[in-house]
């Protein structure tokens, strides 16, 4: 009698632990890289739309691998960068993605070295490319 109350035990949380809804289902957002050098050299946001636009990222050799075709019709994309910087240590990315009901709305976070911080004298020009699953218009804060 034990062992199946126990069997049944595993059953119950076996089956709470499955979502049918979210499994597969694609994150709202992905992060495809986050570099430090390789952005342009003003500080500047641009939100890719057309297929046109994202097929110039699929020629990046870091990037093709994350983009796929059916990204082109079901994918927004946004490029971040913090323009150019006096030395290491900063960073651009996307802190979180909300959806509402008629738009994405896109949080920037954008991180500074500390001023005690022992850093390079190297100009960077730090930049990010956000993957939105979604082709709601984007509004970036």
Known sequence: M?????????LLMAACGSNP???G???LYEVLTSQSTGG?????????TTPQEI??????ENLKKKISDSDLETANFIILNMGEKNT????????RVEET???????????SPPEDAMNLQV???PYAIVKINSKKPIEIK
């Open 101 to 111: 009901p008629d738009k994405i709305i896109v949080y920037v976070k954008e991180t």
């Open 123 to 125: 100009i960077s020009y």
């Open 55 to 60: 097929r110039m990222l699929q020629g990046d």
């Open 21 to 23: 809804k979210t499994s």
């Open 2 to 10: 034990r062992k199946i109350a126990i069997a049944s035990l595993i």
């Open 25 to 27: 289902a694609k994150p």
């Open 88 to 95: 290491s240590g900063y960073s651009i990315t996307a802190e």
């Open 40 to 48: 342009g050299n003003i500080r500047f946001y641009e939100i890719l």
